[in-house]
């Protein structure tokens, strides 16, 4: 029997470790700095506008229907609870929401009518009730007791629908929403992200059934793995202070769930969303303090790595899943090294259930998506008669169909294509691999480049691009210690010094470059005045071969380890401390399952994605980043 090839990520890994170490002692053009040390930019850095596609706005009005609520701690009624149905704000992240109706008190049995006829802002408004004080059976009345439940658009909603509201829908309501909320049960968007907040809502409403209280939801996609015992854990943690059932719950939970100014919370939904915001610290001890409580099961064995919410998913044909992409309706698009396309929803459930074969998928390590939700994924090898063998570019629509034939895009020079981005003005930027040229491609696949690409002796085994503000792309040299800044006419080149084995590159809102550095377990940053801030932040030692970055809306850098099993959070350009760990040592999800972390994206509603090539899964971390405008075209922007 014959073996399948190894992917060329490990040929190629082998011959940019031994060129690495040569071409350190290259001379490259740019200013430098040394690792870890910021350096004074020598001028006042500049953006260029960006300016996106439009996104969907809420509008209309919809008369709401009844529903019959029952707020409980545990398995107890809360009675003498106040319950308010709110419609989220639209003016902003955290903005007010809309108090819709009146409010209703619980009875005896915890449970309260809320009557028909309030008016929806918009008919796809999305709506969530807030339980606040009351007492738990017999325990005495406790104002600290404040619970909530995502029931999602206004127009989805169903006349006497019943609705529970306890421990389980709070911690699911805080985590999927953190990125929309601010304290005190406030929680709103912007109002072009009208897609971000429905997806973080189905979200909430994937992880805690709001008709049931129990996790997970019923739409829970049958590829997923719950995390209903991490869920149940941080539902005993509050229990513990809303059944009254320990003298010190609500204090000992107050104190394990302060934000990171140190400022504790004075209620149970503000001490779920500190915790959702705040995952690595108090690991232990918030631990030991859920056991206080029974009332959840199933519940984590033993303390986690940390209390980031994660879902594994598999299926929909991954085999080596490399390169992701979000869509403008924040439905994940996956390419895959072994000739297969996948997509998910933005809960995860496949799109297309054996994935997409054909087309010309041939050996796939990227993928972007342009700005018509079309995916463009490179394929290294192509059949002979296709360009000679020397590969091609498939593009698919969000149905799966080729947007460039039975064999993708051939023309421009293409050779061993590794890596795509697009930019806000169309242009498809694609490295090569092969021959160490850069192939630009309009939105139909007419070579805008010449006929054999770009090339400079500075080029030295390109494996990613990214694009600036400005229309620049950004070219990683994985066999070199330089990156290589290129004019979109071809008509410049300039190299910085400052990197060892350059795997990934992203830009930030600033137009800074921030590059993953895989034979240097760091990520150097560079700013948009050319001046190499810091040659390597290394995160106290926690990166490792590192693969891929991304930039959330708030200029936070997350990173993907390949040979770790953690993502890693970095602080952003506009802060005191750039290239500062923000995650623990042992980064956020050692306990996710990753494994060869490929590549990471960041989806409108907040949640990161990483593709793991090594167990051919997904992994999303649910609400962990500032959410960013989707398809990702040029610099990250807040949706």
């Known amino acids: 029997m014959q073996l399948p090839a190894l992917p060329v990520l490990r040929l190629r890994g082998a011959l940019a470790a031994v060129t690495c170490s040569l071409a350190l002692s290259l001379a490259g053009c740019g200013t430098s700095g040394t690792a870890g040390t910021p350096v004074t930019p020598a001028c006042t850095p500049t953006v260029a506008p960006v300016t996106a596609p439009a996104t969907p706005v809420a509008t209309g009005t919809l008369t709401g229907v009844a529903m019959s609520v029952k707020v409980l701690a545990g398995v107890q009624p809360i009675t003498g609870a106040s319950v308010q149905l709110y419609a989220a704000g639209m003016t902003g992240l955290g903005s007010a929401p809309t108090a819709l109706a009146s409010a209703v008190t619980t009875a005896s049995t915890g449970a309260a009518s809320i009557p028909a006829g309030y008016t929806c802002p918009a008919t ?46 709070t911690v699911a309501a805080a985590y999927a929403l953190s990125q929309f909320m601010a304290a005190g049960g406030v929680v709103g968007a912007t109002s072009t992200n009208v897609t971000g907040i429905a997806n973080a809502f189905a979200t909430a409403i994937n992880l805690a059934n709001p008709a049931l209280g129990t996790s997970p939801g019923s739409t829970f996609p049958t590829n997923g793995v719950s995390p209903a015992p991490r869920i149940d854990s941080v539902a005993n943690l509050l229990n513990a202070c809303t059944s009254g059932t320990a003298a010190t719950g609500c204090s000992q939970l107050y104190t394990l769930t302060a934000n990171s100014p140190g400022v504790a919370p004075t209620n149970t939904l503000d001490a779920a969303f500190n915790l959702a915001r705040n995952p690595g610290t108090s690991i232990a001890t918030r631990y030991t303090q859920s056991l206080v409580s029974t009332a959840f099961s199933p519940v984590l064995a033993a303390a986690p790595a940390d209390w980031t919410m994660t879902i594994t998913y598999s299926g929909g044909g991954m085999n080596s899943p490399s390169g992701l992409g979000i869509d403008s309706a924040g439905n994940v698009r996956v390419a895959n090294y072994f000739n297969v396309a996948s997509a998910f929803s933005p809960i995860g459930a496949p799109l297309y259930p054996s994935g997409v074969t054909g087309l010309g998928l041939d050996n796939s390590y990227g993928l972007a998506v342009d700005a018509n939700d079309n995916a463009w994924i490179p394929n290294e090898q192509s059949p002979y008669a296709v360009n000679s063998s020397f590969g091609s570019v498939s593009v698919l629509n969000k149905a ?199 590549a990471l994206a960041i989806a409108p509603s907040g949640d990161i994605w990483v593709s793991n090539f090594g167990s051919n899964t997904l992994t999303e971390f649910v609400g962990l980043a500032r959410p960013v405008r989707t398809p990702l075209l040029s610099t990250p922007q807040l949706p």
Not at 129 to 156: F, H, P, Y
């Open 124 to 169: 796809n408004s999305q709506l969530y009730v807030v339980s606040r004080g009351g007492q738990a059976g017999s325990a005495a009345a406790n104002s600290g007791i404040v619970l909530m439940t995502a029931l999602g658009a206004c127009n989805q909603q169903t006349a006497g629908e019943a609705v529970v509201v306890n421990e389980v829908t």
């Open 400 to 598: 799966g169909a080729s947007q460039a034939g039975s064999n993708g895009y051939s023309a421009g020079g293409l050779n061993y294509p590794i890596a795509v981005a697009i930019d806000v003005n169309t242009t498809s930027w694609v490295v090569d691999y092969g021959n160490s040229h850069l192939t630009l491609l309009s939105n139909t696949g007419t070579p805008l480049s010449g006929a054999s690409g770009y090339t400079t002796p500075l080029f030295a085994f390109p494996v990613a691009v990214a694009i600036d503000g400005n229309h620049y792309g950004w070219i990683a040299n994985q066999s070199s210690n330089t990156v290589t800044k290129v004019a979109p006419d071809g008509s410049s080149f300039t190299n910085y010094t400052c990197c060892t084995g350059a795997s990934a590159v992203a830009v930030d809102q600033q137009n800074n470059v921030w590059v993953a550095n895989f034979y240097g377990d760091s990520v150097s940053q560079i700013n948009s005045c050319g001046t190499v801030v810091s040659t390597g932040y290394t995160a106290s030692g926690s990166l490792n071969h590192p693969q891929s970055v991304a930039i959330d809306g708030a200029g936070t850098v997350w990173v993907a380890n390949f040979r770790q099993t953690y993502i890693t959070e970095l602080a952003g350009s506009t802060t005191s401390s750039p290239g500062a760990a923000l995650s623990p040592s042992g980064g956020f999800g050692a306990d996710a399952g990753l494994l060869e972390a490929y």
